[in-house]
């Protein structure tokens, strides 16, 4: 479904990646592991089209996007679930996932997709008039995943959905990133904690200081003592 090849992206001078290449298959939960400035964010936004890359091809169902708008990938299928939520706080929970889909017309389909979010997190729809600058930090992150969810996507990028959440919040996020992958959304995730991540993924990638230095199936790679020493606390 999406191939990266040698993808360069810098900030002015810093060499944020350095010709990093992986890919991810259709229905497969893919995860990027690292430490804090691996290049795990710069590579999403990139294929998001937030960023541009310096060289190197975005390959997304057999089409090069590397200079597709933003706007034109999210059509494509790719939604971002950007790190820190990024909500708009002063709308209701309700409007949030209406902007989520924005581009879209059909609008049965879109009330349909909102209860598919309420089922997946019933507090939201105990919430859905509530401003969503109001919620807790897991309701937030909740609804930055349900409004992700709503253009339809066929690959959702998440970036460190666990961040800043209770342990018990935590696993219910990845339970629900378990069954959304199940209903047919392949995902790519970043994430710190790297037990959890690999706990779900099938595959891994290890990115140290914008470049792949390990990578394999997730269970291989969640046995390696290199990963384990550096990620795991092993």
Do not use: H, W
């Not at 810093?14 to 992986?22: D, N, R, T």
């Not at 996507?153 to 959440?165: A, H, I, N, Y």
């Not at 378990?178 to 209903?183: D, F, G, L, S």
């Amino acid at each position: 479904m999406l191939e990266i090849k040698e993808m360069r992206v810098a900030y002015g001078a810093i060499k944020a990646l350095k010709g990093i290449s992986f890919s991810v298959n259709a229905g497969e939960i893919v995860t990027l592991i690292g430490a804090n400035g691996a290049g795990k964010s710069t590579t999403l936004k990139t294929i998001s089209g937030l960023l541009r890359p310096q060289s190197g091809s975005i390959i997304f169902e057999g089409r090069e996007i590397s200079t597709a708008p933003s706007y034109e990938i999210v059509s494509l299928g790719i939604s971002q679930v950007p790190e820190g939520r990024r909500i708009f706080p002063r709308q209701s929970v309700l409007e949030n996932l209406e902007l989520g889909a924005y581009q879209r017309k059909d609008y049965k389909g879109i009330k349909e997709d909102i209860q598919q979010v309420f089922s997946y997190f019933p507090r939201l729809a105990e919430r859905q008039n509530q401003l969503a600058g109001t919620l807790s930090g897991g309701e937030q992150q909740m609804l930055a995943i349900g409004r992700g969810l709503m253009s339809r996507p066929k690959l959702m990028l998440l970036d460190e959905p666990s961040m800043g959440l209770a342990p018990l919040l935590v696993q219910d996020i990845f339970r629900i990133i378990k069954e959304i992958n199940a209903n047919g959304a392949t995902i790519l995730l970043v994430e710190q904690n790297a037990n959890m991540a690999l706990s779900i993924a099938k595959k891994a990638y290890v990115l140290e200081t914008g470049k792949i230095v390990l990578s394999g199936s997730a269970e291989e790679l969640s046995r390696n003592e290199q990963v384990r020493k550096a990620y795991l606390g092993g």
